[in-house]
């Protein structure tokens, strides 16, 4: 499922854990007003999400430039293209007109690409924090 949040999602810096946990309870509220037919309650999280993401990868951003982190340029990358596929998914599904359709595709999407972030392009970071090159 989607929104729930695990242990192993963890990168080891406090901000940026809490940032995904935030992110991660937003998706569940986006779950719960999906079922429940709550879609002006799902449309504005939605929003919150969307504007919530861009927050987040700057902050992320600007802490991996703090340290250095040598694969910044590529998970910057990644946060833009993130970006721009949530504005075309939700292009097209404005075109639909299908409010539930856009925010059960979108929860659904979100989810994914959130775990499999983390998993990757996050876990990476995690991993050049546990094992910082030596000068």
Avoid: C
């Avoid at 999400?49 to 927050?55: D, K, M, T």
């Avoid at 951003?61 to 504005?87: Q, S």
């Avoid at 959130?114 to 546990?130: N, T």
């Amino acid at each position: 499922m989607p929104d729930i949040w695990t242990d192993d999602l963890l990168t080891g810096v406090t901000e940026i854990d809490r940032q995904h946990r935030e992110w991660f309870a937003h998706l569940g509220a986006l779950d719960a007003s999906i079922r429940s037919g709550a879609v002006r309650q799902a449309l504005y999280t939605l929003e919150y999400v969307e504007r919530y993401s861009v927050e987040h990868f700057a902050s992320e951003l600007r802490y991996m430039r703090a340290i250095g982190y040598p694969k910044l340029d590529e998970h910057r990358a990644a946060h833009e293209a993130f970006v721009a596929e949530f504005a075309e998914r939700k292009q097209a599904h404005a075109r639909n007109r299908s409010l539930v359709a856009l925010t059960a595709g979108l929860w659904v999407w979100l989810g994914a690409w959130q775990r499999s972030h983390l998993r990757g392009a996050d876990a990476e970071l995690a991993r050049f924090l546990s094992n910082p090159p030596h000068p």
